[in-house]
């Protein structure tokens, strides 16, 4: 069965990065976009960006160019976000989900990541 | 950015009445490109509906979606206990790929 497991909650200070993974299985890991979404406490959902894990090439909300960085490895069928800078509003749950194409919308999510900035 | 408006903010219904939903955007989107999701507490968003009319695989066919250009709908008939959630509308068409801030539906 199709499967995004991801790693575990993360406790950073401000101004520190952290690097969250998302594993991919059942599924061609290179034949799917993976996206990133994050939802803060209580909060709506919050759109990051993508990465192509076929080409490497991605495609990041304004709002976080110059601090995140998307990248993958096919060969154990991981992505990866890295969050740098952190402030206290980046607390959030973080998710992964994976689509075919964008028009097909994400269709399996992450079981998410919680990331809490705090000094 | 096209920003997405979700309305109302809280539906609170009976079981077996219908749900309408609201998704309204500031630009045009072409239809392809808009989805919607369903959210419950403590679990990662679910896809409904895709390209705003096309049911995601597994959801039940009293879900239906329709719209075009800035003026989008998700309705849900004959609301059961398990509708309870918070759902989300998504546009795919431009960067950022934005969404709306939520319906909560409460089941009476």
């Known amino acids: 069965q199709v499967q995004l497991v991801q790693s575990g909650a993360e406790v950073k200070k401000p101004g520190a990065s952290v690097k969250v993974s998302c594993t991919g299985s059942?599924?061609?890991?290179?034949?799917?976009?993976i996206h990133w979404v994050r939802q803060a406490p209580g909060q709506g959902l919050e759109w990051m960006g993508w990465?192509?894990?076929?080409?490497?090439?991605?495609n990041y909300a304004p709002k976080f160019q110059g601090r995140v960085t998307m990248t993958s490895d096919s060969s154990i069928s991981t992505g990866y976000m890295d969050l740098s800078s952190l402030r206290s509003d980046d607390t959030a749950v973080y998710y992964c989900?994976?689509?075919?194409?964008?028009?097909?919308?994400?269709?399996?999510w992450g079981q998410g990541t919680l990331v809490t900035v705090s000094s | 950015e096209i920003v997405l408006t979700q309305s109302p903010g809280t539906l609170s219904l009976s079981p077996g009445e219908r749900a309408t939903l609201s998704c309204r955007a500031s630009?045009?989107?072409?239809?392809?490109?808009l989805v919607w999701y369903q959210q419950k507490p403590g679990q990662p968003p679910r896809l409904l509906m895709y390209?705003?009319?096309n049911r995601a695989t597994g959801i039940p066919d009293r879900v239906s979606g329709s719209g075009s250009g800035t003026d989008f709908t998700l309705t849900i008939s004959r609301l059961e206990p398990e509708d309870s959630a918070v759902y989300y509308c998504?546009?795919?068409?431009?960067?950022?790929?934005?969404f709306g801030q939520g319906t909560r539906v409460e089941i009476k």
């Open positions: 989900a994976k689509s075919y194409i964008e028009a097909a919308g994400t269709d399996y």
């Open positions: 059942g599924y061609t890991f290179t034949d799917y976009y």
């Open positions: 990465i192509n894990p076929d080409s490497g090439a991605t």
């Open positions: 630009q045009s989107v072409r239809s392809s490109y």
């Open positions: 390209s705003a009319s």
């Open positions: 998504q546009q795919f068409d431009s960067s950022p790929r934005t």
